[in-house]
């Protein structure tokens, strides 16, 4: 019963799709969707691996999700090879197993069932696959929304198969996300003789009180759907290593801040540079916005995926916008709703990655219970 999408998961798994490559895993699925008579579009930009897959016709559900995978790290580490797919003891282990090479394999799977079953269905069934959403991003989703934007590509509906199950499949699913800034800050001082204090300025003791106020300070207070604004500091640096009798000159610093619509990225550094001034201090600042914020209210599309889950698990989902940055954000430009639905998230990106056999297969369903409702 759980054997097709058990073994398209392996296939997937067991190719080393670092991201951004994909050495072959889109081939697999493009060719099973054309057997399934959808249309591909191949939309490759240098390293990077895409296609835009639709059958049908109206309004559009679109099935979003990647095939690269981050690096395994210390192989040895690995209970198991991690590009060799091992099952044990009712678990799929293997770098990419949840994130997310087993949330492609249910939604191809329900999708070829449903079309076996309907082959003449009402709307238009899609796929967008990429092979650069743990990397730069440059290259992918956000590169192939920009044509179908160009088109007037409407989407009135996108399932992103991220992770967001928390402990048990479709506890939570997820409608938004907060955006990433990151931040280097250079505080200036004067260079000297540790012997002679007063003859040098020390940038590390005059920005102690700049970074003890910047560590608590509220950008804002969150709203029921997302969490305060928050920001850390990652790393400082200053002065030679080993030189034991010099004042550095400056100190360099690295922050992140994770933030909202609620605190706009202009919002956030103004805020910082205010505070730099509060306290007197010389510096200078540079940042780069990873990513901005996405939100979408929930309506009928959330709806639809709540009692599917609740259909096939008994669990009651909750909408959150926790976590890391996705590509749903490059998604808000022609995807009228935008909901993420995916596997449990506890082994993201660790050593013995691993997914639930018995939960791929009740994913699968859920995705099928949604093309049900939705295009029948």
Known sequence: MHTTVLNLARKLINIPSISPNDFGCQEILIQRLQSYGFFIERMNFNDTSN???WRGSGKTITFLGHTDVVPAGNILDWNHPPFTSTVEHGFLFGRGAVDMKGSIAAMTVAVEKFVQKNPNHNGRISFLITSDEESTGKNGTKRVISLLKNRKEIIDYCLIGEPTSEKVLGDCIKNGRR???SIDLTIYGKQGHTAYP???VNPIHISIPFLTELSTISFDDGNDFFKPTTLQILKTSSGKKYVTNMIPGE???SLNVRFSYLSSEKKIINTIDMLLKKYFIKY???WICHARPFFCSPDRFYNVVA??????TNVTTILKTNGGTSDGRFMTDIANEIVECG???STIHQINECVSVSDLFTLQNIYNSVLDTLLL
Do not use: K, M, T, V
């Not at 009692?307 to 096939?312: L, V």
């Open 51 to 53: 296609f835009w897959a």
């Open 179 to 181: 955006g990433s800034l």
């Open 198 to 200: 007063e003859l040098a």
């Open 251 to 253: 100190l360099n610093i």
């Open 284 to 286: 200078s600042i540079r």
């Open 307 to 312: 009692d599917s889950i609740y259909r096939q």
């Open 343 to 345: 596997l449990l998230n």
